[in-house]
């Protein structure tokens, strides 16, 4: 059981903090003793405990902190082989005890053990819940998209518990006998090349489908085979008009001969030539679609029966609750289907809007990334609360084949969009929670012609330790397991006993427990963990 030391007004953060890092808390009482103490200031006593770990700035420092503003560089820091940025400032330690952190431009120790206390206290420089609370409603601006630092604060807590001898059970964020989740998205933005008639789109389509793909045919980024592809493109879009081509921008049906029997998720814009609201900075001229969402009604019917979702991909959805309401409903009626999760159509979004569509009924938003890049924009690649919903979950998204491949944003090749995939997954598949995956709906026809690395994501179903889902049933697998309770555990024999309020949750929640025995990992139930199968970690 671990004793957390906070202010109050941290609780909402903290709350959250161990609804990702699932192991047994509590506020500490003074007078009981506690295997591990987290301490979230240096200020006071610390309770008796076998361990604590002490987190915060120096009293000068957080002096300081407070007159800077909020656009303060990051620091970067290094955990054995990781490096993560710290955004709201850390102290330097004068110590010469155990390094654990240390800043990478200078390699001063930001934390360490405490000398003479025989590893019972370790320092750690910097405020573990101001980062949390910055990168679950800030998020992390694009340079560090690619460092998973909200996981990375979860590891180095474990790793300290766990390397201190100090038994530990948590529940992982995959299910058990999973080593990853992978939620396969599209977002709807162009059904029907027709509607576009000859505006920017289809000028912007006919210059890459000829000239750019020559070019880039001549370069050797193209095969002859995608050039011919985008080239016949290019001169049937007449045929297309009167209804002889299929119009090629309509990918649903290749999707669902490719994905078989994969559940994934569309995201359908409501109401076609909207803009929608302007938020601060973020301009919506340009952002109306084209098509219409009851042209598209049989084949979204079609999905359904094949066991896809149906999500909104919202217009006015992130700031206004009426109007996520009737957006959904739209979408509703064309695809006789209920809609339980929305994305932003550009992913719009605000703080306010956890709030906004949690009262128009929506049980998950998935807007929390980058358009720009691929990673992590708040830090983690579990599903989690939004600090200032009470319900609502947030499904982070993490790769979208535009960011990837359009030219002014990473402007990657195939196969280097598959390597940057891979670099998330190495650090995914290690039993860290889910990647979420947007491949738009036109992007595996002409001229985009992206299958290749959509088939990589592809190949990934086929591993027996990869749960592919949609967005829906991923959201309702993490609701399930913040709803574990647990009870009474003995961390020598392994025993625990592990209770939800939910009804049973399928894939199977998992318990790991860590002690002197090793690590074993086995279906939560009421679980003897000493009585299955236990691997030595
Ligand atoms: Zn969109």
């Given at each position: 059981m671990i004793g957390v030391v906070a202010p109050e007004q941290d609780m909402p953060v903290i709350r959250e903090f161990f609804e990702l890092f699932k192991t047994p808390w509590e506020?500490?009482?003074?007078?009981k003793h506690y295997d591990v103490v987290l301490a979230a200031s240096t200020e006071g006593t610390l309770p008796d405990a076998d361990l604590s770990v002490v987190y915060g700035l120096d009293p000068q420092d957080r002096a300081r902190e407070k007159d800077l503003d909020q656009a303060r560089p990051a620091v970067l820091l290094r955990y054995r082989e990781h490096r993560f940025p710290i955004y709201g400032g850390c102290s330097v330690l004068n110590s010469d005890g155990k390094r654990v952190i240390d800043q990478e431009a200078t390699g001063k120790i930001v934390g360490s053990m405490i000398p003479g206390s025989g590893g019972r206290i370790v320092r750690i420089g910097y405020d573990l819940f101001k980062e949390v609370r910055f990168l679950l409603l800030n998020g992390q601006p694009t340079e560090y998209a690619l460092m998973p630092t909200l996981d990375l604060h979860i590891s180095i807590l474990r790793d300290l518990i766990v390397e201190s001898g100090i038994p530990l059970v948590e529940i992982p964020p995959v299910p058990a006998g999973f080593d990853m989740i992978l939620c396969l998205t599209h977002d709807v933005d162009f059904a029907s090349i027709r509607s576009h008639g000859l505006d920017r789109t289809v000028i912007g389509f006919l210059y890459r489908a000829t000239i750019v793909s020559f070019v880039h045919f001549l370069k050797g980024q193209l095969t002859i085979g995608k050039l011919v592809g985008n080239l016949l493109a290019a001169f049937s879009l007449p045929l297309v008009h009167i209804g002889l081509v299929c119009d090629f921008f309509n990918q649903f049906e290749k999707y669902m001969r490719i994905e078989g029997s994969i559940r994934s998720t569309f995201f359908v814009v409501p109401y076609k030539n909207l803009d929608g609201e302007e938020f601060g900075d973020q301009y919506s001229k340009g952002r109306a679609t084209r098509y219409d969402v009851e042209d598209i009604g049989p084949q979204l019917s079609a999905l359904v029966a094949k066991g896809c979702e149906i999500g909104l991909h919202g217009i006015n959805a992130w700031n206004d609750t009426d109007m996520a309401e009737s957006e959904r409903e739209r979408i509703q009626e064309a695809a006789h289907s209920t809609v339980a999760g929305v994305r932003s159509h550009w992913l719009f979004w605000s703080e306010r809007t956890p709030e906004v569509l949690e009262d128009a009924g929506f049980s998950y938003d998935s807007s929390f990334g980058y358009n720009e890049t691929v990673g992590y924009r708040a830090g983690t690649c579990q599903v989690f609360q939004p600090?200032?919903?009470?319900k609502l979950l947030e499904l982070p998204l993490h790769v979208q084949d535009t960011a990837l491949f359009s030219s002014g944003r990473m402007g990657l090749s195939q196969h280097d969009g598959i390597e940057k995939i891979d670099e998330l997954l190495r650090w995914i598949r290690q039993g860290r929670g889910v990647t979420t995956v947007n491949w738009h709906l036109r992007s595996i026809g002409p001229e985009r012609q992206w299958d290749k690395a959509f088939k990589h994501l592809l190949q990934?179903?086929?591993?027996?330790r990869v749960w592919v889902a949609s967005a829906q049933d991923v959201v309702q697998w993490f609701a399930s397991r913040r709803l574990v309770q647990f009870g009474e555990i003995d961390l020598d024999t392994g025993r625990s006993l592990v209770s939800s309020k939910g009804t049973e949750t399928t894939p199977r929640i998992a318990v790991r427990l860590y002690n002197h025995h090793g690590t074993a990992t086995s279906e939560a139930e009421h679980v003897s963990l000493s009585e299955r199968s236990r691997t030595a970690g």
């Open positions: 506020i500490c009482r003074s007078s600090l200032n919903a009470e990934l179903a086929d591993d027996p």
